[in-house]
T-cell receptor, first 117, second 116 residues
Framework: NAGVTQTPKFQVLKTGQSMTLQCAQDMNHEYMSWYRQDPGMGLRLIHY???????DQGEVPNGYNVSRSTTEDFPLRLLSAAPSQTSVYFC????????????????FGEGSWLTVV | AQKITQTQPGMFVQEKEAVTLDCTYDTSDQSYGLFWYKQPSSGEMIFLIY??????QNATEGRYSLNFQKARKSANLVISASQLGDSAMYFC?????????????FGQGTILTVHP
């Protein structure tokens, strides 16, 4: 998963605490997104961005904020952590090349394991 | 809105045999993409194969092929000559308009176990 870097890889939070998951990519991709993966399930989209200054909600946005001040960075903020936010979080970046879109242009980070107690 | 259904929670296959992982999708979009990802126990998401809705030929990537049946809205993954390292969780996903800015809808996954 070269090119998409997530930090931290592991984090334990107490209920009510806030934190930021960092995501950075060095491929100059326009599009970035955050997903969460709960045990035994597929990934679900939290928020996404189609460029600097532009963000929108995905399927499960409640409890999370995002901003995109630069092309490279797309941090995910948990405002007041809840046990229901215990999950694995994936950041992804992508671009659409000229002409046909191709699936292998979506790159995932290695994931961030978050536990809220 | 898109929906992906993977009806096989778990599959078993003998090493060197072929296996098919099922995926059906529901979308109202005319243009869409279908993806398969592998997630080993280490947790990373590994891209395997992509099929665009307007691609007439089934996609192939090495030992992976996608059996795309548009009328039936199915996009099954075929792994030929299974290897022990193929044991993992496999996810089918779709996106409207091809890559659609990285907005993927995933199925619940199929756990594949390859026996020696």
């Amino acid at each position: 998963n070269a090119g998409v870097t997530q930090t931290p890889k592991f984090q334990v939070l107490k209920t009510g605490q806030s934190m930021t998951l960092q995501c950075a990519q060095d491929m100059n991709h326009e599009y970035m997104s955050w997903y969460r993966q709960d045990p035994g399930m597929g990934l679900r989209l939290i928020h996404y961005s189609v460029g600097a200054g532009i963000t929108d909600q995905g399927e499960v946005p409640n409890g999370y904020n995002v901003s995109r001040s630069t092309t490279e960075d797309f941090p995910l903020r948990l405002l007041s952590a809840a046990p229901s936010q215990t999950s694995v979080y994936f950041c992804a970046s992508s671009y659409v090349p000229p002409g046909q879109g191709k699936g292998n242009t979506i790159y995932f980070g290695e994931g961030s394991w978050l536990t809220v107690v | 809105a898109q929906k992906i259904t993977q009806t096989q929670p778990g599959m078993f296959v003998q090493e060197k045999e072929a296996v098919t992982l099922d995926c059906t999708y529901d979308t109202s979009d005319q243009s869409y993409g279908l993806f398969w990802y592998k997630q080993p126990s280490s947790g990373e998401m590994i891209f395997l194969i992509y099929q665009g809705s307007y691609d007439e030929q089934n996609a192939t990537e090495g030992r992976y092929s996608l059996n795309f049946q548009k009328a039936r809205k199915s996009a099954n993954l075929v792994i030929s000559a299974s290897q022990l390292g193929d044991s993992a969780m496999y996810f089918c996903a779709t996106a409207a308009g091809g890559t659609s800015y990285g907005k993927l809808t995933f199925g619940q996954g199929t756990i594949l176990t390859v026996h020696p």
